[in-house]
């Protein structure tokens, strides 16, 4: 019998992270719908979606009716939600984790406001599971005027922020990526949770893609786990530099990406560099993606966590020809499922 469990989810996000007027246009969340339930090989299909909470997707001042029809439009489709993203940075209404007080109370609303959507959508039936992703909207270089100093500021704000959360019955993930102040090494991201002090509320959002650039240390050579010149013909290496980098962020994690990565960075519109997506057939991408998934959803004794119900794929900076083409997302799902049948479970 296949596997059930991880439920397997597609991201919103790609058809507005990265566009905008100084990029190609944003794809409308209807159709980035519509391409993910047609979606299908061998008979298996989607069984969700994680929601970016930024317009023209999803206002983040949705109110009653409007989440309403967001839950009825999902369930058209026979998705479900999972995880949604939180717009912590200025200029949507967000603001810094460790900037001035106003910039520090925005980040604050904009964690109130998502948590009291993924609120609203679970006492609606329509999402069974899934957390609120957060970042410490500032950047590396800003960060490092100080580090010590802001990493105390981002953890303060974010220990708040986990009291907003609790009051939704909510959970918060921060996504690691490279471009995010306090968050742009493993190590730098370990300290943070640590630092915050919730292990219970604020925890760890995966992304293979962007974990990979942890290993090379990437913004943060202090931290580089690879070798320099590394040799990505000899796999050993990066095994070994995924078991060091996910032992330590593994008992943190409560969501998870899979992604594909060629070792390089990328940024357009107004996304800073980060990690480089790449889809999973990319002759250039560094990972197996179903084996390295099994660093994320394997405990080092080799047994499934069962940390988390549902996994998303995370594929960011496409340009609008590939995000339209219906073979991308099969190939994407083709992907997720071959994740699943290596590291789910039955119930």
């Known amino acids: 019998m296949s596997n059930v469990f991880p439920k397997l989810h597609n991201a919103m996000w790609p058809g507005l992270v990265g566009k905008g007027p100084d990029s190609e246009p944003p794809i409308d969340l209807d159709t980035m719908l519509d391409l993910t339930a047609k979606a299908e090989v061998g008979g298996t299909r989607f069984d969700g979606v994680d929601l970016f909470l930024f317009e023209p997707h999803t206002s983040i001042d949705s109110d009653a009716d409007a989440i309403q029809a967001l839950a009825d439009k999902i369930s058209s489709k026979g998705f479900v939600v999972g995880s949604l993203v939180a717009p912590v940075w200025p200029p949507t209404g967000g603001g810094s984790a460790m900037g001035t007080a106003e910039e520090h109370a925005s980040f604050l609303s904009s964690v109130r406001k998502a948590c009291g959507i993924a609120a609203s959508l679970r006492k609606l039936g329509v999402r069974p599971y899934g957390v609120v992703r957060i970042d410490s909207a500032c950047s590396p270089h800003d960060w490092s005027q100080d580090p010590a100093g802001n990493q105390k500021k981002i953890a303060a704000t974010f220990k708040e922020a986990a009291a907003i959360a609790k009051d939704h019955g909510e959970k918060l993930a921060a996504e690691g990526e490279i471009c995010w102040g306090g ?13 915050t002090g ?17 290993t090379m240390g990437y913004n943060a050579p202090e931290h580089r786990i690879l070798p320099e010149n590394y040799d990505w013909k000899d796999r050993q290496p990066l095994e070994s530099a995924l078991a060091q980098m996910t032992a330590a ?13 060629d070792a390089t960075v990328k940024g357009s519109g107004s996304h800073d560099k980060t990690g480089r997506h790449c889809l999973p057939t990319d002759p250039n991408g560094k990972l197996n993606v179903a084996r390295d998934a099994g660093h994320w959803l394997r405990g080092a004794d080799g047994q499934l966590t069962k940390a988390f119900r549902h996994i998303c794929w995370d594929g960011c900076m496409f340009t609008n020809e590939t995000l339209m083409k219906q073979d991308t997302w099969n190939s994407i799902l083709a992907s997720m499922i071959a994740v699943r049948e290596a590291h789910g479970w039955t119930e």
């Open 183 to 195: 968050m742009h090494s493993w190590k730098y991201m370990q300290e943070l949770l640590e630092l």
């Open 198 to 214: 919730e292990p219970e509320t604020v925890g760890f959002q995966a992304d293979m893609a962007h974990t990979l650039l942890y």
């Open 249 to 261: 962020l593994r008992p943190w994690t409560f969501d998870f990406h899979v992604a594909q990565n």
